[in-house]
T-cell receptor
Framework: AQSVTQLDSQVPVFEEAPVELRCNYS??????LFWYVQYPNQGLQLLLK??????LVESINGFEAEFNKSQTSFHLRKPSVHISDTAEYFC??????????????FGQGTELSVKP | DTGVSQDPRHKITKRGQNVTFRCDPI?????LYWYRQTLGQGPEFLTY????????KSRLLSDRFSAERPKGSFSTLEIQRTEQGDSAMYLC???????????FGQGTRLTVV
């Protein structure tokens, strides 16, 4: 079975500071990795994903995440955060999109709070 | 197409009543998923459909829960004899078969009083 652990439930940070949201996963098979963002009373939006290839993936709004197979991690980073980045961030894994169905296993979430 | 649509956005019901939620996926998506999210937790998988076939159900989906996708388009999730523990956000997502990205709706927040 797969599981996801987000190591920080809350991360307060000042605007323009760097941030890292940590995610570790457990799986006996290869997985696909995702970060989703959720704004208050909204659904989830995909931020970025790792399927294969380069272990460093980037989003259009400046976030990046690096897949580290040996450490089973997929930490999310941003060099300079904005007030508008305040949201809940979820790390998720999936074992596949073919016969396995593509269901997602989520971590508990990290609340990022950006202060002026 | 405006994405995945869920109705209603909010539902307050008394314990013991039945409730039904609807999800309209992105039109060309043949996979549809239901998740439940309780306060302070990540979403938990409930069930998924490929076209009209329900292919997997989580152990979280008790006998009081039933989901359908009769024509392979919209889906409904019914909860019978609601309990206070059913209070949660119910999220629907859709994707293409073999697609790596699931698109989520805005969810239905259920409050059982």
């Amino acid at each position: 079975a797969q599981s996801v652990t987000q190591l920080d439930s809350q991360v307060p940070v000042f605007e323009e500071a760097p941030v890292e949201l940590r995610c570790n996963y457990s799986s006996s098979v290869s997985v696909y990795l995702f970060w989703y963002v959720q704004y208050p009373n909204q659904g989830l939006q995909l931020l970025l994903k790792y399927l294969s290839g380069s272990t460093l993936v980037e989003s259009i709004n400046g976030f990046e995440a690096e897949f580290n197979k040996s450490q089973t991690s997929f930490h999310l980073r941003k060099p300079s955060v904005h007030i508008s980045d305040t949201a809940e961030y979820f790390c998720a894994v999936s074992v596949g999109f073919g016969t396995q169905g593509g269901k997602l296993i989520f971590g508990q979430g990290t609340e990022l709070s950006v202060k002026p | 197409d405006t994405g995945v649509s869920q109705d209603p956005r909010h539902k307050i019901t008394k314990r013991g009543q039945n409730v039904t939620f609807r999800c309209d996926p992105i039109s060309e998506h043949n996979r549809l998923y239901w998740y439940r999210q309780t306060l302070g937790q990540g979403p938990e998988f409930l069930t998924y459909f490929q076209n009209e076939a329900q292919l997997e159900k989580s152990r979280l989906l008790s006998d009081r829960f039933s989901a359908e996708r009769p024509k392979g388009s919209f889906s409904t999730l019914e909860i019978q004899r609601t309990e206070q523990g059913d209070s949660a956000m119910y999220l629907c997502a859709s994707s293409l078969k073999g697609g790596a990205e699931a698109f989520f709706g805005q969810g239905t927040r259920l409050t059982v009083v």
